[in-house]
């Protein structure tokens, strides 16, 4: 506890300097040449807390709904947060009064939103002192699905992309030691949304990675290859010496399907309500697979590399006509 | 007989109304007509859909394979429920002329009459009757646009084994004619298998170069039009698949190195029949109406 000391010859004084989220006692002690009184009745102020910065990788949107994630921006806890959302029109410009949600006892929350429209979140810190100032806003379009790649979730041998959208599989040899700590599957999770409705994202691809992508429950054996157990759902690229093949795998079962132009750039539509997975050709609007599952929970968008490559998820995109019922 | 209720349905001489069964909202109807391209009466299905009674609606041609009739489809593929849900007339011909008195024409299951290759023959004695390729290509659509609540513009083709090869050489003959084409255990590559080589040796003549123009396969390798979507299912324990009648493979390759969009199905455990059709009726279905219907 840190003791200050000012003299003043007023009956008033401006305590400037303070330190955010922090508890104060303040007391005066009257001087003269006879010497100091005892000090007056100790007063306490409880300063506001530092504004919270919002995690734009860690925030996720889709259609409905948004989950948004912050940094405390304090060291020590506060007693809540309050979330402050306004719609924006089609200009940037608000439209509309903002709405407020208060004693967000955590550092994320869920927001219920409306379909197609842009908005402005700002994130307050709260104590009994009172909120602090407004976090930097965080724009969120609730057109199609947004999530990043969760880097907590990748391999050792992925690199993530600034933006979290990419994913790179480098050549380079993983220590030994490392290499027996590791997963097997060099795979990342997307961190979508736990909502329940329809989701659709695109994934880019190249002629040459051998891939995985599909979706996995959260807990979904990471020693396994994604596909290979119920728990796992993913489109698999494999290049043979003489020809491309893909499987649609599920509890390591694939339907023996041709595919006679290679999708590089892949259409997955997730639909919790009618219990599908989709897979298409988005260049072509061609469909490949769907799968008919019944999910037991929410399931993460799931990118796996079986060799050196790279791939990119495209998101935020509203689901093309030809992939809805 | 004559269809007196459906408000689009004109007063044409040319076509009787054989039977007609009410079927999931709508009409599973069979009609007769003398053919001008066969010359000879010829019948075919029409199925409508609910939506009939009141718009156009895209129709769905079907090809049936070796010895069906019109009769095949309409009561074993269980298509009519998906139709009327989608809001598509499905038109299923005869799969060869018949009555023609021609000699030899009933001798083989696999040749002549319900084995009419879908093309137009050049040698005799079939020149005169065995044109099915022009009859299912202008004859008959003419025949369902005038008499019928189709709408000209939207129009799609399948078919099964014979009628599956016939699907795709006119889709691939006609660029931009159907809206999407698919196919069932299709013969892919006529010219390299027993059946096509019979027939096409009898219908056009020893001249082998007059085969391409109906083989799927060869005129895939050479195909220049809108870009196709194609659907393939095959049964894995189909017999004919095994004895080397229907060539998928041949397809596959020429499509691949065509970039012609193929999704080809190898469906464990099925085998040629209709009990095959019927399995994936629906999703053919879905995958017309998703083209039909745009």
Redesign the interface.
Known sequence: MLVCKVKVKETHCRVTDLLPNAQYELWVMATNTTGISPASEKALYMTVPSPPAIKERGCSSCPEAALIRWDSGNNNPVDSYTVEITEMDTHGAQCGAAEAIVAVPSCQCLIQLQQDRRYMVTVRAVNIGGPSEKSHPLGVSTTGTLFHLLEDTAHPCLSISEDGFTMFYGDEELPLKLTSMCYRCVAVLGDLLPVRGQHYWEVAVDDYTEFRVGVAYEDTNRNAYLGATNTSWCMRHILTPTRHKYEFLHDGWSPDLRITVNPMRIGVALDYDGGTLSFYNVELEQHLYTFHCCFQSYVHPCFALDNPGGLTVHNGVEAPGYTRN | MLCLSCPFAKLSMALTQVSSNKCAGGYQKVYEHESVELQCKMKFAVYLPPKAETDKCPVFYWLSGLTCTEQNFITKAGAQQAAADNGIIIVAPDTSPRGCGIEGEDESWDFGTGAGFYVDATEEPWKNNYRMYSYVTEELPKLINSNFAADPDRMSISGHSMGGHGALVCTLRNPGRYKTVSAFAPICNPIGCPWGQKAFAGYLGADKSTWEAYDATVLAASYDGP?L?ILIDQG?DDQFLSSSQLLPDHL?AA??AK??????????GYDHSYFFIYSFMSDHIK?HA?YLN?
């Open positions: 870009k979507d894995g596959i499509c691949s970039k012609i969009p193929v999704v080809f199905r190898r469906q464990p995958h998703k745009a």
